[in-house]
């Protein structure tokens, strides 16, 4: 390879300075406050101690997921260890559940409200658990154990969903249109990140698939007769980069072309790209792929060609609606830890991706909140998160992040009042939304 067929190198000046004000941001930040008292100090105590006490088997399950990385739908060997550990304790566990091989379900309690703690466990191709989904799995599984051990006292429900493929898959999706979800008041999880934070936003995500029809022709002897389908797929390109000027500044769209045709001398009668679709908020959301969508029939229009558009091959995600009453008592459990949960922007809210949570934090409160690796400087879907997954600062926010869990999760079942200001949060930011039909 010659020196100029290299790539230039990026500059990296902006990220550094967004790494610096961060640094001051994070300095400076006031400490979230709840208004609520929470589940009594004996049962936080309880459920911390249960934890403590199976620390070894939560964290060998941690590595040995992140040991052996398997992706969305494929998760077999995770699923397995985690029933595992969960029948050692007197639990009974569905493998299996909502038509899904690697879907777990597990319950404890009676009557009463009941809350869900979530668990995801699929990797990424090639670079295993660099989103840590190992810490998200074991870190629910130790919480639900917690909190099991406390929940007698307060008369409520809880249960655990192992919920695959969160990586594309849809998985909690998937399971919310088989029912699953039906009886659920509120859904608890967790995210490993570069820092400690309440509430950081992830996006919505809809997926396009464009494919246009053209006529072939000789590209040299006679062009006319064609109709030339690249032509169609250059210009929707061209039409999207257009369009992101006049976006909102959070929204993300960006595409590849997957087929250009054959050969330089035929004029292309097929080609096909594909676009994500990226917004922190619901109605941009659809109002972004609205104006996508306009733009592929145009192209089509001016080429000549015939346009078929495929939304969401992928199960699509709405963006996350975070329940603030959740997350500051949240905030508390983990001070409880020698952690300090960030407030909303500090950290800077573009970096972030899409999850499936999303779409069930439209159907009930939800809590999603982000743990620290102890690196400020880490990115999700790198190798070098991939390998703090597994580090000592993992198995830390494996257990930190259970007992946040496992204390959450007995304040809303042991308080009326917080568990009243749950769901009038949940209330005053538009209630339950038929999420099917949001997007057909």
């Not at 569905?94 to 466990?121: F, I």
């Not at 006292?153 to 493929?165: I, N, V």
């Not at 898959?169 to 088989?178: D, P, Q, S």
Request: one cysteine or more; proline letters at 6%; glycine letters at 12%.
């Amino acid at each position: 390879m010659t020196a100029d067929a290299e790539p230039t190198a990026p500059d990296d000046s902006y990220l550094r300075a967004v790494a610096e004000a961060t640094e001051r941001a994070v300095a400076s930040a006031e400490p979230i406050r709840s208004e609520f008292d929470g589940a009594p100090e004996p049962l936080r105590a309880r459920a911390e101690s249960r934890i403590g006490e199976l620390a070894e088997p939560l964290l060998e399950l941690s590595h040995d997921l992140h040991a052996h990385p398997e992706e969305g739908f494929g998760e077999h060997r995770a699923v397995a260890g985690v029933a595992e550990l969960l029948r050692a304790q007197g639990f009974d566990v569905q493998v299996g559940a909502g038509g899904l091989e690697t879907a777990l379900v597990a319950r404890g309690g009676g009557d009463g409200p009941h809350v869900a703690v979530l668990a995801e466990y699929d990797a990424l191709p090639g670079i295993g658990h660099a989103c840590g989904h190992n810490i998200i799995c074991t870190s629910a599984t130790g919480g639900f154990l917690g909190a099991a051990a406390a929940l007698e006292q307060t008369r409520g429900r809880l249960s655990l969903f192992g919920t695959p493929a969160e990586e594309g898959g849809g998985g909690k999706e998937i399971l919310a249109r088989a029912g699953l979800f039906d009886d659920v008041d509120a859904v608890l999880m967790l995210h490993p990140f570069s820092h400690d934070i309440a509430a950081h936003p992830f996006l919505g995500r809809r997926q396009l698939d464009v494919t246009f029809h053209g006529i072939a022709a000789h590209a040299s002897a006679q062009p006319f007769m064609g109709r030339n389908a690249l032509d169609a797929v250059v210009a929707t390109y061209q039409g999207v980069a257009a369009l992101r000027q006049h976006m909102p500044s959070g929204d993300r769209v960006h595409g590849i072309i997957t087929d250009g045709g054959a050969r330089p001398n035929v004029v292309p009668e097929r080609a096909a790209a594909q676009f994500y679709v990226r917004s922190a908020d619901a109605g941009s959301l659809r109002d972004v792929a609205g104006r996508i969508e306009a733009i592929a029939r145009g192209a089509a229009e001016m080429t000549g060609c015939g346009v078929e558009l495929l939304w969401d091959r992928q199960v699509p995600y709405l963006p996350i609606r975070h329940n603030e009453a959740l997350s500051a008592r949240w905030a508390q459990h983990q001070g409880r830890r020698g952690r300090n949960a960030l407030p909303r922007g500090v950290v800077p809210e573009y970096l972030t991706g899409s999850t499936d949570l999303g779409n069930l934090s439209f159907r009930m409160p939800a809590m999603h909140p982000m743990i620290g690796l102890e690196d400020p400087g880490l990115s999700l879907h790198t190798a070098r998160f991939a390998t703090a997954a597994g580090s000592a600062a993992g198995d830390r926010a494996v257990l930190d992040g259970a007992v946040g869990l496992a204390l959450t999760a007995l304040d809303y079942l042991a308080d009326d009042r917080l568990r009243s200001a749950v769901h009038a949060e949940f209330e005053s930011a538009g209630g339950p939304v038929d999420v099917p039909a949001f997007f057909d």
